[in-house]
């Protein structure tokens, strides 16, 4: 089974990929949302063997003009949300309740269709799940 990760390390930037492709070919901008797990919120970095196959599909993805950005966030207990209440605000100190609610890492891709989008491979080392959702684009507004 194949196991893939993020390098956090070194994440990978439009500037670091291919320039935009040409208009000719009608393109979505989509966000990929790694959710957390257990094992992410206590800040336990995966193998260097993920970190070795993840690598290469992000490169797969640089190569295919795909990857507009990728990287991996640090635990919720070094976070902070602020909630808000018109011109009122209240900080919160993480770390956050119900893991499966947070957010671990994330892709930026261009993709032809959400068909593309959903190949997806596995991003943790064991049960895990990812959000795709298409980003507005200015056609739509």
Excluded: H
């Amino acid at each position: 089974m194949l196991q893939y990760d993020i390098d956090f390390r070194n994440p990978i930037r439009r500037s670091d990929a291919r320039p935009m492709r040409p208009a000719q070919r009608q393109t979505m901008r989509v966000i990929v949302f790694v959710k957390a797990t257990d094992d992410s919120e206590k800040g336990i970095l995966p193998t260097t063997e993920m970190f070795e196959v993840m690598g290469r599909y992000n490169e797969e993805l640089v190569n295919a003009g795909s990857l507009l950005v990728a990287d991996g966030l640090k635990p919720s207990s070094q976070g902070k949300r602020i909630a808000f209440d018109g011109p009122g605000r209240m900080v919160i100190d993480g770390p956050f309740a119900e893991t499966s609610e947070l957010v671990a890492g994330f892709w930026l891709w261009e993709v032809k269709d959400m068909d593309e989008a959903v190949r997806c491979p596995n991003p943790m080392p064991g049960p895990s799940e990812i959000e795709i959702r298409p980003l507005y684009e200015m056609a739509d507004l």
